[in-house]
């Protein structure tokens, strides 16, 4: 059977069960249709010509409809320490789990909803609908953020997946909206047991109004099996600011698909993503970034290293919409080759209708800096020590800007548990 | 202390040092002088143990061992340090853990047992306060987004630090405000001793105003075509480079 064909069937089983209240029938049918029409990804689609699709051919697609509370407690030491000042949504296997949450409800003007109905349109745009539809067709739940105008939270939102098997996809779905003014931290983050081979789809859809500020971080964290795709979509609005920090460190085989559209005059992404595989794990990402009005702005930095025989890919594509004028782009892509077998591929690509644009763009693939790696041979350092900071360094390089310190050490915690040897020796000193 | 017989240097495809010769014995100062391209930094880089810089004639000691035998980082233990013409940046890894790092590197190799860390910063302040330095330089990657004037006295720095045997200053003066010259030279007049030698490459008389060197001596074309007293350089600052250089092709 296809993956395809499975994927149909599965839904057919489901259909019934799936709660209306969040998508109807025909909403989850014509979700169905739309998946169906494009057919799955494949290696021959220029987009996704570096993704590890082969898991497809074995998933399934249905999702747990129930968690019971025994469960919800085993998951309880997965997650990480709160961070203060936030309010905590943990969902696991794509399901509320309130005994895992925290929710003070002190923030006014804030509405969360973990039973959101999901628009019709959720993830349903150019670069890629696919993905999308799917969490539309198959998510029991969904949660969605309102925030309104002048208001500010901080937010964490947990992912956990912890079941394995054929009843157990997960669909993580979000809708967030920030209005005028409003000013949202919200930390994102999916989390498996170490070895634990899960399927997740996840699709998070932002509308960030006019002068407001969201500043997302998401950690991907999965189990070593895990197979994880993600879709994000954000509508920037004039004068809004949006700042997306992501680290990738988990799942055997990982695809982001992301659009931002910089919709209002004055809009901003600054957007890094910070990637650290080893063994046999592929982490794909194609981020189309749009400027479609005056003045607007993006920062896109990209590190990521592959140790073993994994391999990281990044294309990120601007486009510069006729009505860009006086917009600027900068984008910076970095890999490093850490294994004698891993792979990387890095690619800026620009899309310019108009002339009054600024774009710049610098890629590098491959070994440690030279010069870096002599300065610290110079001092007396050995050679191994130099090239595990320099390692460091690199993947560091883009969390130093994350503000929320104690999540930084989080992740640098997280980093380190990636190196090895006398890698692992040095991160420890400098966690 | 350091003994360079007939060096022949290649850099890429081309050769840069061709049969240089010179000698710089243990607690002396020689300035090395010369136009640009001549391959003054090439000779530091090659006594450093950069990669690239192949030596495929010729010999160095120091301190009676075959220098260009041993690893970059064997010959900074052993005691021999670079003052870069351009100092690098290392975004990510501080410079305190760097400093610390180097300090221990070359207490291993001279047999000490690793500095205190309470012990290691109470040192490094008051090195930090001798070139007027701010404790907050400490914290910042290496050289990220230091002014030039601030990499040269991070230089400068790191070589009290680590008290090296022998300092080979690449151009350490250039760059510098007239205060931060005063700085760098009294950092450099510290480290002046009889068991050290201090090899300072430099365009200018300036920083010699501050720090006699016992020797001067002018590179051109890969070779040591000239040496003399200090007034030699006096005489290169009003005169150029072009009479030793006619003197020596004849
Ligand atoms: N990697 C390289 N590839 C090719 N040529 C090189 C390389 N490095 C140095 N050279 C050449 O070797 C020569 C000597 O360079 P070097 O940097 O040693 O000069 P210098 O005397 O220090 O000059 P300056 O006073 O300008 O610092 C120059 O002509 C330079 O272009
Ligand atoms: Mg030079």
Redesign the pocket.
């Known amino acids: 059977m296809s993956a395809l064909a499975r994927l149909v069937s599965d839904h057919a089983t489901v259909a019934g069960s799936l709660p209306a209240s969040v998508v109807t029938r025909d909403g989850r049918q014509a979700a169905l249709g739309v998946v169906s029409a494009l057919g799955l990804p494949g290696g021959r689609e220029e987009n996704w010509r570096y993704a590890n699709l082969r898991p497809l051919d074995e998933l399934r697609f249905v999702p747990q409809l129930t968690n019971n509370a025994a469960a919800i407690e085993q998951a309880r030491s997965l997650l990480p320490e709160p961070l203060a000042g936030f309010d905590r949504f943990v969902f696991m296997d794509g399901l509320f789990a309130a005994p895992l949450s925290a929710d003070t409800g002190s923030a006014r003007g804030v509405s969360i909803d973990t039973r959101a109905p999901l628009d019709a349109a959720f993830g349903q745009y150019s670069t890629d609908a696919r993905f999308g539809a799917l969490a539309v067709a198959f998510a029991p739940e969904a949660l969605s953020i309102t925030a309104s105008a002048n208001a500010t939270r901080d937010i964490e939102i947990l992912f956990v997946a912890a079941r394995e098997g054929t009843e157990s996809a997960s669909y993580p779905a979000v809708t967030i909206h920030a209005g005028e003014h409003a000013r949202l931290r919200i930390v994102e983050r999916h989390l498996g047991a170490a070895e634990s081979a899960t399927f997740s789809n996840a699709a998070i859809d932002l509308r960030i109004g006019p002068a407001a500020q969201v500043d997302h971080v998401r950690v991907q964290q999965l189990g070593a099996g895990a197979v994880h795709f993600d879709t994000l979509r954000a509508e920037i609005g004039a004068d809004a600011g949006y700042t997306l920090d992501t680290v990738a460190l988990g799942a055997r085989s990982a695809r982001t698909t992301l659009h931002a559209r910089l919709a209002g005059r004055g809009a901003r992404i600054g957007y890094a993503h910070s990637v650290a595989l080893t063994e046999a794990q592929v982490n794909d990402t194609y981020a189309v970034i749009e400027h479609a009005a005056p003045g607007t702005e993006t920062t896109q930095d990209y590190r990521g290293i592959a140790a073993g025989r994994s391999s990281v890919a990044f294309n990120g594509h601007i486009v510069m919409r006729p009505g860009a004028a006086g917009s600027a782009s900068r984008q910076s892509l970095r890999s490093l080759l850490a294994g004698p077998g891993a792979g990387a591929d890095v690619r800026p690509q620009l899309e310019i209708y108009t002339d009054d644009v600024k774009a710049s763009h610098g890629a590098t693939s491959g070994k440690l800096d030279e010069h870096m790696l002599f300065y610290l041979l110079s001092r007396g350092i050995e050679r191994r020590v130099g090239q595990s900071l320099l390692k460091w360094a690199f993947l560091t390089g883009l969390v130093a800007r994350i503000g929320i310190p104690a999540l930084r050490t989080q992740i640098e915690r997280a980093f380190a548990q990636r190196f090895t040897g006398e890698d692992a020796a040095v991160a420890q000193e400098l966690v | 202390m350091l003994k360079i017989e007939n060096l022949h240097v290649t850099?890429?495809?081309?050769k840069?040092l061709n049969g240089l010769t010179l000698e710089v014995p243990t607690g002396e100062v020689h300035a090395i002088m010369?136009?640009?391209?001549?391959?003054?930094?090439?000779?530091?880089?090659a006594l450093a143990g950069r990669p690239?810089y192949e030596a495929t004639q010729g010999r160095v000691l120091y301190d009676g061992q075959d220098l260009l035998a041993m690893p970059a980082e064997e010959r900074a233990r052993a005691g021999v340090f670079l003052g870069f013409?351009y100092p690098v940046e290392i975004p990510g890894v501080n410079n305190v853990y760097l400093l610390k790092a180097a300090l221990n590197a070359r207490r291993k190799a001279a047999g000490l047992a690793e500095i205190d860390a309470f012990e290691f910063l109470e040192y490094v302040r008051g090195k930090m306060k001798f070139m007027q330095m701010d404790e907050s330089f400490l914290s910042r990657g290496v050289n990220e987004s230091f002014s030039g004037g601030e990499k040269k006295r991070n230089e400068i720095l790191q070589m009290l630090v680590l008290e090296p045997r022998l300092a080979l200053l690449?151009?350490t003066d250039s760059g510098l405000d007239i205060d931060a010259m005063k700085i760098v030279a009294q950092g450099i007049n510290s480290l002046r001793g009889p068991d050290r030698s201090i090899v300072l490459?430099t365009?200018y008389q300036r920083l010699l105003d501050h720090v006699q060197p016992d020797r001067v001596h002018v590179?051109s074309r890969?070779r040591i075509v000239h040496s003399g007293g200090p007034e030699l350089a006096l005489e290169l600052e009003r005169r150029g480079y072009d009479w030793v250089l006619e003197a020596s092709a004849a």
Do not use: C, F, I, M
Not at chain 2, 11 to 14: A, C
């Open positions: 850099v890429g495809d081309r840069v010369g136009p640009n391209g001549s391959g003054k930094s090439t000779l530091a880089y690239g013409q690449d151009e490459v365009h590179l890969g």
